[in-house]
């Protein structure tokens, strides 16, 4: 990014974002600059536009979404793309080959999409030797087992199996994810941010934090974690896999045993990444040194931190 005085980020999916909206003005003030939010949007009437500009854009998969999105970061000299949505991770990534002057803090579209394809994912952990639940194949099957969408999100969609009989349809089945059950369990969600600069780069942030509560798939109540044993897990994934930028992975451990299992990585930030913001790791922060071109250094983390979400309405006339 050029040296300025004004920073334009463009969020893509970010309707809900308000928190880290700020969080990320917060942190552009500390280093002297003034920041202008953008939304891409499929309706203006979101709360985002109460500290940014919305943007009505277009889906994911339409076929003129980089044309616009170009047009768009040209128009309003946009300096950082995030992607806070599942299908808007690939294509700010693929923006970013188009137009490398525009700063996305994320891995190449072929890996994001490879993360947010269940069956796949499980594949590259298997062959990476990543600890994850045990995948069916085929043949006998050994109870408890869930049924995932490969595709899906925010837990949707889930089919528990404790015989042959729960299995999806021969039609169907190719459509799931299928592992070994955990019904005992503690899950803890994790927080990072991998530099992008150079061949070999190094976790900025690592913060793990347990959901207290979740409703309609968005944690509302979460507290950071002391944790050797998941950061140390979880920086090996990292490597292994070689995510850059922010990443949001999901763990088990399984309360009979004690061990550690991936579930799957989001490549971008989570919704409840604001927690970890607070706790000390300044990822917004770190996306603009990076887009600035300023080294940014690993960040510590306070254990104990915990944010309780509320509602609060963003009124429109129309």
Not at 25 to 43: H, P, T, V
Not at 56 to 63: I, L, M, V, Y
Not at 100 to 107: D, E, H, L, N, Y
Request: net charge neutral.
């Amino acid at each position: 990014m050029k040296p300025r005085s004004v920073v334009n980020i463009l969020f893509l999916g970010g309707a809900k974002r308000v928190a880290m909206g700020r969080l990320f003005m917060a942190a552009a003030k500390k280093r002297g600059l003034e920041c202008n939010i953008f939304s891409s949007e499929i309706s203006r009437n979101v709360p985002i536009s109460c500290i940014g500009t919305v943007v009505e854009g277009r889906r994911w998969n339409d076929p003129g979404i980089y044309g616009f999105l170009e047009c768009l970061c040209r128009r309003h000299d946009i300096d950082i793309v995030i992607p806070f949505v599942d299908g808007g991770v690939a294509v700010a990534a693929r923006l970013h080959e188009r137009m490398p002057s525009v700063f996305v803090p994320a891995s190449s579209a072929e890996l994001c999409e490879s993360m947010f394809d269940k069956v796949a994912a499980a594949d590259i952990f298997e062959k990476l030797s990543i600890d994850a639940p045990r995948t069916y194949r085929g043949g006998r099957v050994e109870t408890p087992l869930i049924a995932k969408p490969r595709h899906g999100s925010a837990s949707q969609g889930l089919i528990k199996i404790d015989n042959i009989d729960d299995l999806p349809s021969a039609d169907t089945i190719g459509d799931y994810l299928i592992q070994q059950r955990f019904d005992r369990r503690e899950e803890i969600s994790v927080d990072c941010y991998v530099s992008t600069a150079g061949k070999n780069p190094e976790p900025m942030a690592i913060v793990p934090r347990t959901r207290l509560e979740v409703a309609g798939g968005e944690v509302v109540r979460s507290i950071t974690i002391d944790d050797a044993e998941v950061v140390a897990f979880v920086e090996r994934a990292l490597s292994a896999i070689g995510l850059r930028g922010a990443v949001t992975v999901q763990l088990i451990r399984d309360d009979d045993t004690g061990r550690l299992y991936i579930m799957e990585i989001n490549p971008r930030l989570g919704g409840g990444a604001v927690c970890s913001v607070h706790a000390g790791a300044d990822i917004p922060g770190m996306i603009l040194d990076e887009a600035m071109g300023v080294t940014c250094h690993r960040a510590p983390y306070r254990p104990g931190t915990e944010i309780a979400r509320y509602l609060q309405e963003v009124v429109f006339f129309n």
